[in-house]
């Protein structure tokens, strides 16, 4: 099995868990193992600073790449807001551009920018089996999963709005023991394109 070796930069501990339980199952699926090479300081919530993460993806994206040689640089940030696909591609591009252009231009292979709409607990909802079958929501093109507010979401992934980090944790990882890909990329649209990206690269990987 081959070994990828990656970076991950986002807005808290959720996203880190997160991240964790979708490479593994996509690793499976390819024969491949991801392991993080750096390790960025995830805050327990989101309440730090935006800016710090933003400086973090230029700073770790060439201690990551350039001194570590890493396979695979994830980076992203939260739109906060409940976006349209066209302003989600213009929110994505801007995400982009926290990326060094030296950076950009030589790793662009390696290179995967992520933007949750709203937030992270939404991606945990719509991969996770577990959470689908406790809280069943009726999500259809009229009424979509963003539609839900940030506070409905954190009491279905947590049972709380405010977990700390052990709660966090222990929620997550159950939450996330059982994962379905094809029910998520048809739920949010900003998700399905980071799986998108997350599969080209493994397929360019595999032949590489």
């Known amino acids: 099995m081959k070994v990828i070796s990656y970076t991950l930069v986002g807005e808290d501990i959720a996203t880190k868990i ?95 920018a992520f933007c949750p709409v ?25 009424n979509p999963l963003e539609f839900y507010g940030k506070a409905k979401m954190k009491e279905i992934c947590y049972g709380k709005k405010a977990p700390n980090r052990d709660e966090t944790e222990y929620k997550l990882k159950d939450a996330l023991k059982e994962v379905d890909f094809e029910t998520a990329v048809e739920m949010s649209f900003s998700f399905r394109h980071l799986y998108t990206m997350l599969n080209a690269f493994c397929t360019h990987t595999a032949v590489t």
């Open 18 to 112: 997160f991240f964790e339980s979708i490479l593994k199952e996509i690793g499976k699926k390819q024969s491949l193992h991801f392991k993080r090479t750096l390790l960025w300081d995830f805050p327990i919530n989101k309440n730090s600073n935006k800016q710090k993460v933003v400086a973090g993806i230029s700073t770790m994206s060439s201690n990551s790449l350039i001194v570590k040689n890493a396979d695979l640089f994830l980076f992203g940030v939260d739109a906060d807001t409940n976006l349209e696909k066209e302003i989600f591609d213009s929110e994505l591009k801007r995400i982009q551009a926290f990326v060094p252009p030296n950076i950009q231009s030589t790793y662009q292979e390696k290179l995967v």
């Open 118 to 142: 709203l937030a992270i607990e939404y991606w945990i909802y719509a991969v996770s089996r577990n959470l689908q079958s406790q809280a069943q929501l009726a999500i259809n093109a009229n």
